[in-house]
């Protein structure tokens, strides 16, 4: 049965987990907003974050922009999956693993600031679980992501657009990556991330504007913990498409209800033939199996392979880290 969700928390986890106010005080605009105070907005996020409802108030980088990213995996026998996911989630790199139902059981986003530290983090995984690593880098995204929908059809809203990789500065780097951890929840946010980085809140938030515009930050607000918020039965499901049924089988799935994230990745000849990957959030498995059985009748997917890969446990879920280690410290 899903938690009983307060209605304002509701309102406040449905309506800004995108478009946070980019002024000097936006949780003074979201509190007026809702007929609060600022204080009790700050209050709520505080709390919901202490329950694990939500992760942080910050942003979500699309992937391989201001970084190299990667999806994984392991194939690891039971009886030393929790030794190896406990290696693998040590990782710096690794902001998100899962143990999901197929023969490759453990699965993980890793996100470095370049393809090379990449490499030789899935490098040194492979040497230290002595297992051979499924390396599964990203082709296109098809998505794009608005965040978690609580009430109502749960899917993107269009194809994503090309970013504009050439409004990224080197020197947004640090600010990439201190929204990726999450803003203070303070009443002036901006001003502290800016005294952090060593620029003024002015220009904090003119950057932050250019990124959004430029796609290369896909949204900021409300990170929430779908689990926590009653939607435990989550599904990664893969498609074996043909390559020239690709574009419009990904774009079908990204209008499909249900279905929340929609990308292209590379395919591992003789390991890996399933290319189109989405994911399911739902209440319960026989909802989830609904929602693929209606994206299975799609025209462009009818009749494929596919594999649908329940998750059973999440071992790590975190922002992505954009700087190298040493710069990090």
């Not at 509701?10 to 995108?18: D, F, M, P, S, W």
């Not at 600031?113 to 230290?128: K, V, Y």
């Not at 794009?144 to 500065?169: Q, T, Y």
């Not at 790590?316 to 280690?325: I, M, P």
């Amino acid at each position: 049965m899903a938690p009983k969700i307060d209605p304002t928390d509701a309102r406040l986890l449905q309506e800004y987990q995108r478009d946070l106010p980019l002024v000097c005080a936006p949780f003074a605009t979201i509190a007026a907003d809702l007929g609060l105070e600022e204080g009790d907005v700050i209050a709520r996020l505080h709390r919901l974050q202490g329950e694990g409802k939500i992760s942080r108030v910050g942003a979500t980088v699309r992937p391989n922009t201001a970084g190299a990213s990667t999806l994984a995996a392991l194939a690891v026998p039971d009886a030393g999956l929790e030794e190896v996911a406990r290696m693998v989630s040590q990782e710096p790199c690794v902001n998100h693993s899962y143990h999901r139902e197929n023969r490759w059981n453990l699965w993980f986003v890793a996100t470095a600031a370049d393809r090379l530290e990449l490499s030789e983090t899935l490098a040194r995984i492979g040497r230290r679980s002595g297992l051979r690593v499924l390396d599964l880098p990203l082709v296109r995204a098809f998505n794009i992501d608005l965040g978690f929908r609580l009430n109502g059809p749960r899917h993107s809203l269009g194809v994503a657009d090309a970013p504009d990789l050439g409004a990224l500065r080197e020197a947004d780097r640090p600010l990439l990556q201190a929204l990726s951890r999450g803003l203070e929840l303070c009443p002036a946010p901006f001003a502290a991330l800016g005294r952090d980085l060593a620029m003024g809140e002015a220009q904090v938030i003119a950057r932050i504007h250019a990124l959004l515009r430029a796609g290369i930050l896909t949204r900021i607000g409300v990170i929430v913990r779908h689990r926590a918020l009653g939607w435990a039965s989550n599904a990664m499901v893969a498609f074996e498409v043909p390559d020239n049924r690709i574009e419009a089988a990904g774009r079908a799935l990204t209008r499909h209800p249900g279905v929340t994230l929609c990308y292209q990745r590379r395919t591992a000849m003789g390991l890996w033939p399933y290319g189109l990957f989405c994911m399911i959030h739902a209440r319960s498995r026989s909802e989830a199996l609904g929602i693929l059985d209606g994206a299975r009748a799609l025209p462009d997917l009818r009749g494929t392979r596919h594999q649908v890969m329940f998750s059973l446990r999440c071992f790590k879920q975190t922002g992505a880290r954009l700087t190298r280690q040493e710069d990090a410290a």
